[in-house]
């Protein structure tokens, strides 16, 4: 009798969920979901720590863009309007997220208030990987994995993630506004979702007009299923776009027109900013990343043409099969990736966009060719993942060391803050140069009010952008009268290509001013003609 029970007792099923499911396999489920997201997440945190704690990466100069956006951010802390009061060549949405950061900064100064920013946008740049982890749950843990893995190992993501640049917010509110749309890869039925994904897609076109070819995607693929749910999407864009970008464009709407849409669309080629077609593949692919072994621009071409290839096969063999977030995910990668082969001006972190979205496409793709729970197709697919994402982490490792290395980081404090008194007005050829020695907020009235001398270049005449040797003659006479007054000048490099160096300007600034202190990423000029003049508290 006793072994009767004793063996009903072994053989008695397992205590099951309402679903059916069995609770270990329920509990088993989740921990390879928290394992799946947790490695992606560790990988991502390791990098952005890495980078932030390289000699001055937190405090010194490195980059113009970081001082341009922190910028804008203080300037409308302190009442100084975007469009109307100084030029600046994107939405308002970057200066909005930073104010905050900026308001702290007024306390604490400029210099440590960057470094917030910067840290703030490392946990971004994490964050984004747990989004994409989030987004492609439903697919099982082995989708999540390898989607967070491609995000977080892929080579250039140190291009947008090393310090305050637009990508990683505009990808942000796009994973968020991706996250709300969709529930087990279907549009939702809840108004409030859509209303919300409408709302978070809105603002990552409110920090980057870029991101406006991603909402028109998601918009059409809701609309595959629901017109209605469509027009809610559409709605909730519709209403943060017009509550972040409204009042800016009422107060100046000619300059904000002028900034934000003419200066993109009419821009004009430089060398730098655009490079061909197999350059920029290289960056959109990863491969510029890739140390082991090297690739040319015409390779970099083939490559992108049989991967292109190989995707339109996958969609035509399987189109019947997809869901709308996989039609989605295909959709948004290819429209934004054509968009960065062609459109007038590229740089290697305009690619973290079409990152973050291939990554959602491979987590989904890896999902569907893999069987899910244990089994030995499974521990292959695994086994090898884990070997080709260890091959890509060592390649990004090495990268992110040359990228850096490149371009060192350098203080520049301790130079501006012996040769300029604090409170003087201040003008400069790159804003991260005054914000990064705590000289951006002077105290002097009629100071020049600027953010962004490349961005002024470009919205008084956008066909012929920076170093173009035939300056608009209006942006000359503005940076004669912001040298007059002025009692400081901070230079990035002598002759700055940011400044319109015509001739005539030239000979004033040699008359005017004399060098008074220099170290590397800064050059130091005193007006001399208004030497000795200090602000008034």
Same mark, same amino acid.
């Given at each position: ?17 309402? +679903?059916?499911?069995? #609770? ?62 100084? =030029? ?24 440590? *208030? ?26 099982? =843990? $082995? ?8 995000? %977080?190992?892929?080579?250039? +993501? ?21 996250? &709300? ?54 709605? *909730? ?13 009422? !107060?100046?709407?000619?300059? $904000? ?7 993109? !669309? ?20 990863? !491969? ?5 072994? =090297? ?21 035509? +063999?399987?189109?019947?099969? &997809? ?8 959709? %948004? ?6 968009? #960065? ?19 959602? %496409? ?36 090495? $990268? ?22 604090? *409170?003087?007005?201040?003008? $400069?050829? @790159? ?41 608009? @003659? ?16 901070? @230079? ?17 600034? @040699? ?27």
């Amino acid at each position: 009798m006793s072994l009767t029970t004793s063996t009903n007792a072994e053989h008695r099923p397992l205590p099951t969920s309402p +679903t059916g499911r069995s #609770e270990s396999g329920r509990s088993t489920s989740r921990s390879l979901g928290v394992l799946s997201a947790a490695i992606p997440l560790l990988i991502a945190a390791t990098f952005v720590t890495y980078e932030l704690t390289r000699p001055h990466q937190l405090f010194g100069v490195f980059a113009a863009d970081d001082g341009v956006y922190y910028g804008m951010a203080d300037r409308l802390v302190h009442g100084v309007i975007p469009y109307r009061d100084f =030029a600046i060549v994107h939405p308002p949405g970057i200066a909005l997220l930073l104010a905050p950061v900026a308001a702290i900064g007024r306390a604490v100064g400029s210099r440590d *208030g960057l470094a917030i920013a910067r840290l703030i946008t490392a946990i971004v740049a994490v964050a984004n990987v747990g989004l994409v982890c989030w987004i492609l749950r439903y697919r099982g =843990a $082995f989708a999540s994995f390898v989607g967070g893995l491609v995000l %977080a190992g892929f080579p250039i +993501t140190i291009a947008a993630t090393h310090t305050v640049l637009l990508e990683p917010y505009v990808v942000l509110f796009v994973l968020t506004s991706v996250a &709300f749309c969709f529930t087990n890869g279907v549009p939702s039925s809840r108004d409030a979702r859509l209303l919300a994904a409408g709302a978070a897609a809105g603002f990552a076109c409110a920090i980057k007009i870029d991101a406006a070819i991603v909402l028109v995607v998601l918009i059409a693929v809701v609309a595959t299923r629901s017109i209605a749910g469509a027009t809610r999407v559409a709605l *909730g864009a519709g209403i943060v776009i017009v509550a972040s970008c409204g009042p800016f464009a009422a !107060l100046a709407p000619g300059a $904000f027109f002028r900034d934000v849409v003419v200066a993109q !669309l009419a821009r004009g080629a430089t060398a730098r900013a655009t490079p061909g077609i197999g350059v920029r593949l290289l960056d959109l692919t990863g !491969l510029k990343g890739v140390t082991a072994f =090297a690739v040319s621009p015409t390779s970099a071409e083939v490559i992108g043409a049989i991967v292109g290839a190989g995707i339109a096969v996958y969609v035509v +063999t399987s189109l019947r099969h &997809f869901d709308q977030m996989t039609l989605f995910s295909l959709a %948004a990668l290819v429209a934004t990736t054509l968009i #960065e082969l062609f459109t007038p001006a590229f740089y290697t972190y305009y690619s973290y966009l079409p990152t973050a979205l291939f990554a959602i %496409a491979a987590g989904l793709v890896a999902g569907s060719l893999v069987p899910r729970g244990i089994s030995w197709a499974t521990a292959i697919a695994v086994v090898l993942t884990i070997g080709a994402g260890a091959f890509v982490i060592d390649q990004q490792a090495t $990268f992110v060391n040359s990228y850096i290395a490149s371009d060192p980081a350098s203080d520049i404090g301790a130079v501006v803050d012996a040769a300029v008194p604090s *409170g003087a007005c201040v003008v $400069f050829d @790159e804003a991260v140069l005054a914000i990064a020695s705590n000289r951006f907020d002077p105290s002097r009235a009629r100071c020049p009010e600027i953010d962004d001398p490349f961005g002024s270049w470009l919205a008084a005449d956008p066909s012929h952008p920076p170093p173009s040797l035939s300056p608009p @003659e209006s942006l000359v006479r503005q940076w004669r009268s912001w040298l007059a007054r002025a009692n400081y000048f901070l @230079e990035s490099a002598p002759r700055s290509a940011f400044v319109p160096w015509t001739p005539a300007l030239f000979r004033y600034f @040699e008359h005017a001013y004399r060098l008074v202190s220099s170290t590397r990423r800064a050059f130091v000029y005193e007006n001399k003609r208004r030497a000795g003049a200090r602000a008034t508290p």
